[in-house]
């Protein structure tokens, strides 16, 4: 090798300098914002500054940047990663724990996925659980039922519900509960008796053939009584006066003559 050749490496090494914040991002595959991020948060050691005051990065700085965007990239919190400290080591323990969550995620979201197949294929509340949702797909219930479906699911227990969803799988909408939902407020008296009347007979067998509709509060999570003033609010928030007059008559009237097993 020449004389000349040697003059000429040793003067590109000496015009070799280190990098700066913008190359050491560029050469991890980041941004300078996550880089200065990463030094505010204490993940990235501050490098020595040149004369001028700009930064001087070495090839440690950017082994330790690409460990920290390629764990972050695995999807660990930069939090997890301070844990790690910076030590090169193979975290295992921290990627099987993180492999175990991915896994937990992955089943939700097919989960999720299969209740928007459902959703799709048959159209059902999106403001129900997917249980009360199926069962109510096949029902044509008034707004006002609905929202009171809505607060049945956000107060009773599973047994509740289940008692619901049994009695909505084996619903039909007869007449008078058609008459019951259209019935304005200011229905006059004889309406509202003949209403209570013919609707009585059919609350009755609803009852009969779902029992758990007798203790629907039994397993609430938050208590009976919590569970019952809640759906007394709704009642009476959801339904005008000459429907709740219905309700309370077609009440009096269970109450009256009560079936066999009844409490």
């Known amino acids: 090798m020449s004389t000349h050749s040697c003059r000429q490496r040793r003067s590109r090494r000496r015009a070799v300098v280190a990098w700066s914040?913008?190359?050491?991002?560029?050469?991890?595959?980041?941004?300078?914002?996550?880089?200065r991020h990463y030094h505010e948060v204490g993940l990235l050691d501050e490098p020595e500054r040149r004369s001028n005051g700009y930064k001087s990065y070495g090839v440690?700085?950017?082994?330790?940047?690409?460990?920290?965007?390629?764990?972050?990239?695995?999807?660990?919190?930069?939090?997890?990663?301070?844990?790690?400290g910076t030590a090169a080591e193979h975290p295992e323990q921290a990627l099987r724990a993180l492999d175990a969550e991915l896994a937990a995620t992955v089943e939700r979201?097919?989960?999720?996925?299969?209740?928007?197949?459902?959703?799709?294929?048959?159209?059902?509340?999106?403001?129900?659980?997917?249980?009360?949702?199926?069962?109510?797909?096949?029902?044509d219930l008034s707004d006002a039922d609905r929202a009171f479906?809505?607060?049945?699911?956000?107060?009773?227990?599973?047994?509740?519900?289940?008692?619901?969803?049994?009695?909505?799988?084996g619903y039909h909408a007869e007449p008078p509960m058609a008459e019951f939902d259209r019935l304005p407020a200011d229905a006059d008296e004889q309406t509202r008796h003949d209403l209570a009347e013919r609707m009585a007979p059919q609350v009755r067998a609803m009852f009969t053939g779902n029992p758990g509709l007798l203790t629907p509060y039994a397993d609430a999570p938050r208590g009976a009584q919590y569970a019952w003033a809640a759906v007394e609010f709704a009642v009476n928030d959801l339904y005008n006066a000459a429907q709740i007059d219905v309700l309370t008559r077609i009440g009096r009237a269970l109450e009256a003559a009560p079936e066999p097993g009844w409490t």
């Open 21 to 35: 914040t913008r190359q050491l991002a560029e050469l991890a595959g980041t941004t300078v914002r996550a880089v």
């Open 60 to 84: 440690a700085h950017l082994v330790r940047l690409s460990r920290i965007k390629r764990l972050a990239d695995l999807g660990f919190s930069l939090a997890q990663i301070a844990e790690m």
């Open 109 to 139: 979201l097919q989960r999720i996925r299969a209740e928007l197949a459902l959703t799709l294929r048959r159209p059902a509340p999106t403001d129900l659980p997917p249980e009360l949702a199926k069962a109510a797909a096949h029902v």
């Open 149 to 169: 479906v809505v607060v049945l699911a956000r107060v009773l227990g599973p047994a509740g519900i289940d008692a619901y969803i049994e009695m909505l799988q």
